[in-house]
């Protein structure tokens, strides 16, 4: 069965970095767009950017350009996504969720599938 | 950006009665192949979202039949035929069309 296993929470302190991991298994890995997004305690969802299916194409949401990298690992089935220059506004559960393309109907299924989520505390 | 808006944001439901929740967008979500790229999750306390629409009216897999998903250019509609305590929790309404954004979340609470 899918699954989208993400690392464990993380403390950091602002000005600093962060790289969370999810780790794919249970579909063609490398046949599916992968997602970031994030959501601060009490509030909705936000989406952070997004890698293609063959790593090679990656495209982030306005508000997170020149302090994302998204990037995959195809011998580990992983996908990571670094933030940084931290804020305490970046204080979030963060989830990878992936694309599903149904091959037959053409369909696009988005995030039919989402990690944990992985909590990340920005605190001085 | 597209801006997505739901209502109402909060909606008090008796189990056995249906409920209702609206999304509008900014823009049409209508591709050029004639599909709405409109989805919708909930969310319960302490969960990852989970999708129960997408294209606005296809129910994902495993999604019971009393969910139902409707609407076409900015305006949706996601109907609870009879609401079971198992629905609790946060509905969100988001556009795939252009990349993707959200709604603000409805939070159906079981009487």
């Known amino acids: 069965q899918v699954q989208l296993v993400q690392s464990g929470p993380e403390v950091r302190k602002p000005g600093s970095s962060v790289k969370i991991s999810c780790k794919a298994s249970?579909?063609?890995?490398?046949?599916?767009?992968m997602h970031w997004l994030r959501q601060a305690p009490g509030h909705g969802l936000e989406w952070m950017g997004l890698?293609?299916?063959?790593?090679?194409?990656?495209f982030y949401a306005e508000k997170f350009q020149g302090r994302i990298i998204v990037s995959r690992d195809t011998s580990t089935t992983t996908v990571n996504m670094e933030l940084s220059s931290l804020k305490s506004e970046d204080t979030a559960v963060y989830y990878c969720?992936?694309?599903?393309?149904?091959?037959?109907?053409?369909?696009?299924?988005?995030?039919?599938?989402w990690g944990q989520g992985t909590l990340v505390t920005v605190s001085s | 950006d597209i801006v997505m808006t739901q209502s109402p944001l909060s909606l008090p439901v008796t189990p056995g009665e249906p409920a209702s929740i609206s999304c509008r967008s900014s823009?049409?979500?209508?591709?050029?192949?004639?599909?709405?790229?409109l989805d919708w999750y909930l969310q319960k306390p302490g969960q990852s979202p989970q999708l129960l629409i997408y294209?606005?009216?296809k129910r994902a897999s495993g999604v019971p039949d009393r969910f139902t998903g409707s609407g076409s250019g900015t305006d949706f509609t996601l109907k609870i035929s009879r609401v079971e305590a198992e629905d609790a929790g946060i509905y969100y309404c988001?556009?795939?069309?252009?990349?993707?954004?959200f709604g603000q979340g409805t939070k159906v609470e079981i009487k």
């Open positions: 969720a992936r694309d599903h393309y149904e091959l037959i109907t053409g369909y696009l299924v988005p995030f039919d599938y």
């Open positions: 249970g579909y063609d890995f490398n046949s599916e767009y």
């Open positions: 890698i293609s299916p063959s790593g090679d194409s990656t």
């Open positions: 823009q049409s979500l209508q591709h050029s192949n004639g599909y709405n790229y």
């Open positions: 294209m606005a009216s």
């Open positions: 988001m556009q795939a069309l252009k990349t993707r954004t």
